[in-house]
């Protein structure tokens, strides 16, 4: 189809043309005398996206799966006890990790579509008076349900017990996008990847280190090689990296970061706000439920829409991409055929989400669900309007 394809799943966003063509040149010598510069700038620059001064980052040739891997081995021990908490299908598959790797998981079951709640978790931390337990592993941003979780009152619950657990975060749908404070959080392991918040494609995997966790690194009893932090301290400490590097994908960070800075983390934040409260007021004008039930939980990088009984989200998503190149993203596991979802983060502006706002009003409508049309279009209209 000739024109641009709308691409609305919430990862792999939109890749700015910057980042494009910044990625789209010759690859270099990654031992050269001038490599450091790359390496230290791009070290020191994503700690501010990651909330932290006192944390250190590390970049991987990986995804987000990738980091659960090595936020994990590189902290804990083999048959180590862990308190998970699974609300959809992203912290389902983190648990799964934890287990393949050898962890005892207990894991608290939620609705998906219900946030965490830091009281159970502050409760369950208090009753361990032994501390058996020796790390809490949540997602921050639930993609598949469009959940924010309160990692802020997580923490303060979890320092209520007087808990020394570590606390996991998986950040790979909000690092970047929505508001992350690591050192202010507490959060001793931060896991993200590229291709969402940071704009680029997939292929970079990210985590940032407490000092706490850091010093975790000489004594977790993991067998471990490529995910091994220890390497990449000695070598990034003198601006270089273990292994050949991602160098594309580096000189993508290297845009993806000048542009995050030049528009300001407080703006690109207050910008995923916009955004997302837009596409909530269309799917109200819409009558149609949001899998997020806690007004307050409601995300805003993904909004997971609940299709009418009797509907199947995957026709709307396949009228969506065949008659009207554009992509939303399926429901995941349990969800799948109940919800569809609009991606609202990275590179993306009102003019992008009325856009698909209009093509998920005329995809219902291919798929039996008669949504008056423009109804959706008006309301998100209205609201980019007030909030201009
Ligand atoms: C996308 C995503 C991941 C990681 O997925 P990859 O496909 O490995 O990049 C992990 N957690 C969350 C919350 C995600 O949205």
Not at 82 to 103: M, N, P, W
Not at 186 to 199: E, H
Not at 205 to 213: D, F, I
Not at 322 to 342: E, P, T, Y
Request: charged share 20%.
């Amino acid at each position: 189809m000739p024109g641009r394809h709308h691409l609305f799943v919430p990862g792999p966003s939109n890749v700015p043309d910057r980042v494009l063509r910044a990625m789209h040149r010759a690859q270099e010598d990654h031992r050269s005398s001038a490599f450091p510069e790359l390496t230290h700038g791009l070290l020191r620059d994503i700690k501010p996206v990651f909330g932290t001064q006192e944390g250190r980052p590390f970049l991987f040739a990986a995804t987000g799966t990738g980091m659960w891997e090595a936020a994990i081995v590189n902290t804990l021990s083999p048959g180590d006890r862990v308190l998970a908490v699974r609300l959809g299908q992203f912290s389902h598959l983190f648990i799964d990790t934890a287990e393949k790797l050898g962890l005892k998981v207990e894991v608290i079951d939620l609705e998906w579509g219900d946030a965490l709640d830091p009281a159970v978790i502050g409760e369950r931390l208090a009753a361990d008076a032994n501390h058996a337990l020796k790390a809490v592993l949540v997602v921050h941003n639930e993609t598949a349900t469009g959940v924010t979780n309160d990692i802020e009152g997580l923490r303060e619950a979890m320092d209520a017990a007087r808990h020394p657990a570590l606390l996991l975060v998986d950040g790979v749908s909000s690092i970047g996008s929505l508001a992350f404070r690591q050192d202010a959080w507490k959060v001793d392991v931060a896991i993200t990847g590229s291709q969402k918040g940071f704009m680029m494609p997939a292929g970079l995997g990210m985590v940032s280190l407490s000092p706490r966790a850091l010093e975790r690194i000489e004594t977790a009893g993991f067998a471990r090689h490529y995910f091994d932090l220890r390497p990449q301290v000695l070598h990034n400490d003198q601006g270089y990296f273990p292994y050949t590097p991602a160098l594309a994908h580096l000189f993508g960070l290297r845009e993806a970061l000048d542009m995050m800075a030049e528009e300001g983390l407080d703006n690109v934040h207050a910008r995923h706000a916009r955004l997302g409260e837009g596409v909530r007021r269309a799917v109200a004008a819409w009558e149609l439920r949001l899998c997020a039930r806690d007004p307050e939980s409601r995300s805003n990088t993904v909004t997971a829409i609940v299709v009418p009984d009797g509907k199947d989200a995957r026709q709307v998503i396949d009228h969506a991409f065949r008659r009207w190149d554009m992509a939303l993203g399926s429901g995941l596991g349990r969800l799948n055929g109940k919800v569809f979802r609009i991606g609202h983060l990275g590179d993306c502006n009102a003019g992008m989400l009325l856009a698909a706002i209009g093509l998920a009003e005329v995809a219902m409508h291919d798929a039996g669900i008669p949504v008056p049309l423009g109804s959706g279009v008006a309301a998100a209209q209205r609201w980019y309007r007030e909030s201009a």
